[in-house]
T-cell receptor, first 114, second 113 residues
Framework: DTEVTQTPKHLVMGMTNKKSLKCEQH?????MYWYKQKAKKPPELMFV???????INESVPSRFSPECPNSSLLNLHLHALQPEDSALYLC?????????????FGSGTRLTVV | ELKVEQNPLFLSMQEGKNYTIYCNYS?????LYWYRQDPGKSLESLFV?????AVKQEGRLMASLDTKARLSTLHITAAVHDLSATYFC?????????????FGKGTHLIIQP
């Protein structure tokens, strides 16, 4: 299995809702990432997990809460989002160690906040 | 702070022509990535460049890396319509740890028949 699987593919939520995005990989990668991509913009790094521990938080508002329950699974919990949080949310994974590692991206969750 | 600059940001070209996209970055890094993104889709990995002088080719696309100049290029040869997409370069830091990527703004490429 060489894929990163993200669910759901599309999500519409109200500003008072609580929802979660899910990301799963079975490649044995020990680093996992969340990126946010607004329309016509590049992806921006949100969080990095390394060996199931949060190692980078790029000053993301607390309404976004990441969780890494095990080495294969990464969640992003959403609460009290704003319309400007509407974007494509991309999950990625990579091998932690070794020089020649690349990143595998999931197909993304397109989030609309109404 | 790592900065990645791509140019041009928009490119309209005719089929059969050649062109080059440039990617400059601000700090030392030995890992440079090129991705393609189609509208509404995720990122497709094109090339991973890991050393000075690295050159990789796949079909009509060729990428190179000059770490001393902090410059990577993506060359398109005899463009075809199917190559229309947005192309991003991205840089990882040189620490070798589980860092994330910093992306350029992307080059929106349109290839006209």
């Amino acid at each position: 299995d060489t894929e990163v699987t993200q669910t759901p593919k599309h999500l519409v939520m109200g500003m008072t809702n609580k929802k979660s995005l899910k990301c799963e990989q079975h490649m044995g990668h020990r680093a996992m990432y969340w990126y946010k991509q607004k329309a016509k913009k590049p992806p921006e790094l949100m969080f990095v997990y390394s060996y199931e521990k949060l190692s980078i938080n790029e000053s993301v508002p607390s309404r976004f809460s990441p969780e890494c329950p095990n080495s294969s699974l990464l969640n992003l919990h959403l609460h009290a989002l704003q319309p400007e949080d509407s974007a494509l949310y991309l999950c990625a994974s990579s091998q932690k160690q070794g020089v020649a590692y690349g990143y595998t991206f999931g197909s993304g969750t397109r989030l609309t906040v109404v | 702070e790592l900065k990645v600059e791509q140019n041009p940001l928009f490119l309209s070209m005719q089929e059969g022509k050649n062109y080059t996209i440039y990617c400059n970055y601000s700090t030392t890094s030995d890992r440079l990535y090129w991705y393609r993104q189609d509208p509404g889709k995720s990122l497709e990995s094109l090339f991973v460049l890991l050393s000075n002088g690295a050159v990789k080719q796949e079909g009509r696309l060729m990428a190179s890396l000059d770490t001393k100049a902090r410059l990577s290029t993506l060359h398109i040869t005899a463009a075809v319509h199917d190559l229309s997409a947005t192309y991003f370069c991205a840089v990882g830091d040189s620490g070798g740890g589980a860092d994330g990527l910093t992306f350029g703004k992307g080059t929106h490429l349109i290839i006209q028949p």
